[in-house]
């Protein structure tokens, strides 16, 4: 990882207050060419990021599930879907069906989702910045700040490439 998660912490907490105010005003700043750019910069995060040294997203977030999900995972952990969501899950109080607890239980000691292949679809997109629909997600991806250092990897380099673009007119 080019930071450490500690690393990543502190700066976070130095800078989240600016990230969040610029992604709140991206719609208004009418960014050229953003989904471009947002996609490049996803790509070069996954090449400077390993989430696997990270794992933070199972360890302090839950994913949401959905119907599909809750069926596949408890038929591969040999399990009724009535029986997964009694044991695993909840409705939240935006009425999301969430985990119960974190972390994640089935995130491993060396930080390894055990159902990589069959994970909640929610975890496969994590953590949306890949979306051509960047602008609308705005909240996602302030809350994801916090906790991603991918998320925080994009956000703080197009925060400098509108700010450059800004100083330059």
């Not at 408890?74 to 999301?96: A, C, F, I, R």
């Amino acid at each position: 990882m080019y930071k450490t998660l500690k690393q990543f912490k502190r700066d976070m907490k130095s800078n989240l207050k600016e990230y969040t105010t610029f992604l709140r005003g991206l719609k208004r700043r009418k960014v050229k060419g953003l989904a471009s750019k947002v996609n490049r910069l996803h790509k070069d995060a996954y090449e400077k990021i390993d989430c696997g040294q990270c794992a933070n997203c199972c360890k302090v977030m839950t994913p949401t599930y959905n119907k599909a999900d809750v069926k596949r995972i408890s038929k591969h952990v040999g399990m009724t879907p009535k029986e997964y969501w009694k044991k695993y899950l909840m409705v939240d109080e935006n009425k999301d069906t969430v985990h119960k607890k974190t972390p994640c239980h089935f995130l491993d000691k060396n930080n390894r989702c055990t159902i990589y292949e069959i994970r909640p679809s929610d975890c496969r997109l994590f953590p949306h910045t890949q979306r051509t629909d960047f602008i609308y997600q705005r909240e996602i991806h302030t809350q994801n700040l916090e906790y991603c250092p991918i998320t925080y990897h994009i956000v703080e380099k197009l925060n400098e490439l509108v700010k450059e673009k800004t100083n330059t007119i």
